[in-house]
């Protein structure tokens, strides 16, 4: 079964970064899609970025563009979210999810707590 687990989430000050991880296992995710999103209290969950397994291929909300990068490691099934100029209205849950297309994620991780201290 398809297993995501998240790390690398803690507290930082304003103007900060963190690097979260995401580590897949349980299938071939050739064709996939990788996605990071959050989820801050009483929100909704929002989509933070996407890049294509095969081709590396990323895309971004705009809120988080030039501050956020997403990567991925295929021989390792690695994704990374580095977190750049963090700011308090980044505090949320943040998820690694992997789907058949940009719009639509089958599997979830257990998320990873950032806080973001002004």
């Known amino acids: 079964q398809v297993q995501l687990v998240e790390s690398g989430g803690g507290l930082v000050q304003t103007g900060g970064s963190l690097r979260l991880s995401c580590a897949a296992s349980?299938?071939?995710?050739?064709?996939?899609?990788m996605g990071w999103f959050r989820q801050a209290p009483g929100k909704e969950r929002e989509w933070l970025a996407s890049?294509?397994?095969?081709?590396?291929?990323?895309y971004y909300t705009d809120s988080v563009k030039g501050r956020f990068t997403i990567s991925r490691n295929n021989a390792k099934n690695m994704v990374w979210l580095q977190m750049n100029s963090l700011k308090p209205e980044d505090t949320a849950v943040y998820y690694c999810?992997?789907?058949?297309?940009?719009?639509?994620?089958?599997?979830w991780g257990q998320g990873t707590q950032v806080t973001v201290s002004s």
């Open positions: 999810a992997i789907g058949r297309d940009t719009s639509t994620y089958d599997y």
């Open positions: 349980g299938r071939t995710f050739s064709g996939w899609f």
């Open positions: 890049v294509s397994w095969d081709s590396g291929l990323t």
